[in-house]
Structures are given as C-alpha cells and as structure tokens.
C-alpha cells in the first residue's frame, strides 16, 4: 500500500491543490493528514491562496481516501466544511508494521508516544526530516504550506516498508527504510 502524509496545510488552497495533484502522481492509495487544515493559527503569516473553503472543496473530494488527524489550529466548528472527520492519533498497520500518527502538538522527536511501534509520525513543527531514535523511526513530513528553518514544502510517502521525504514538487529529498 503506498500512503502520502503531509501536514499543516493552513488553509492555502494552492498548495492544497499541488498536495492533490502529488497525491495523484504518486498513485497512492491513501491521503493522510496531520492537522492544522484551514486556519492559518495566530503566529503564522496568510499562505499562499489562503481560502479555507476551497481547501474543503478539494479535501471533500478524496473523502473516501482520506484520514484526517486533528492539529492545534483545527477547531470544531471546521467539521462543518467537512465531509471527513478529524481523530485526534492514528495508528497504522501496514506491511507488519505498526505507524503512530498525531499533529506533533502532544508527542514530538523529544517526546515519543508509549508503545508506538516501528515508526512515528508528526507535523507541527512545519521543519521535515526522517531520524532513528533507537528502533523507532522518527518522521515529522514538514509543511504543505509554511515550511520553517529553510526547509521545503514537503510531504512523506511509505510505501513497501520505505518512508520517503519529498519536496512538493515530487524531488526526493531522504528515505529510510522501517
């Protein structure tokens, strides 16, 4: 199964679109997302094609291939817009191994969740990277939108038991294997 995860869209429905157009290209099977959707959250500047609207009209069309993991910016009242729900974790398993997902507020690199398994994966921080911390992998895929610390626009793809960092425009940037 070939899974892309990106994060922190805030809102821009351009990059909301390029994500999509990835999610096609890349031919997976499944869209997951690591929060912070619509809103841009009060410390952040107005992305590119700030149009919270237009993110749920595109983010509404791939409900059936979509899981949604709610951020710090999500709020309540942006299940209205939506046609899919927001969990607050997620766990995977996928090729015999187990794969914890939640937006990074709660658990991050420095604080791992209890029992995650093999792989654990975040945004938040809107900085990608792939890193081993003794035999969990430690993935946070950046942001779709408002990358910080001079890093891409960027998003993940595990496929076959590989966990790929890839820029927005689909130039590979690390892999590692799980």
């Keep these: 199964m070939k899974i892309l995860i990106a994060s922190d869209l805030h809102g821009s ?13 890349e031919g997976a ?16 500047p107005l ?3 700030y149009d919270p609207l237009g993110v749920a009209k595109i983010l509404n069309g791939l409900t059936d291939r979509l899981l949604v993991v709610k951020g710090n910016c999500d709020s309540d009242v942006d299940t209205l817009i939506s046609d899919f729900e927001f ?4 766990v995977l398993y ?9 937006h990074g507020d709660r658990y991050c690199i420095d604080n791992l969740p209890k029992n995650c398994g093999d792989c654990f994966i975040y945004g938040h921080y809107h900085t990608g990277f792939l890193k ?4 969990v992998v430690v993935a946070n895929c950046g942001s779709v939108s408002l990358p910080k610390g001079g890093t891409p626009n960027s998003y993940l793809v595990w496929e076959e038991g ?6 927005i425009d689909g130039k590979e940037i690390c892999r590692m294997h799980i």
């Design 13 to 25: 429905a351009y990059y909301t679109q390029k994500l999509a157009e990835r999610f096609s290209a």
């Design 29 to 44: 099977e499944q869209l997951v997302l690591l929060g912070d959707i619509y809103n841009h959250g009060p410390r952040n």
């Design 47 to 49: 992305p590119e094609g």
């Design 87 to 90: 969990v607050s974790e997620a």
């Design 94 to 102: 996928v090729g015999g191994k187990k794969i914890f997902l939640q």
């Design 132 to 135: 081993r911390e003794g035999k």
């Design 162 to 167: 590989e966990l790929s960092l890839k820029e």
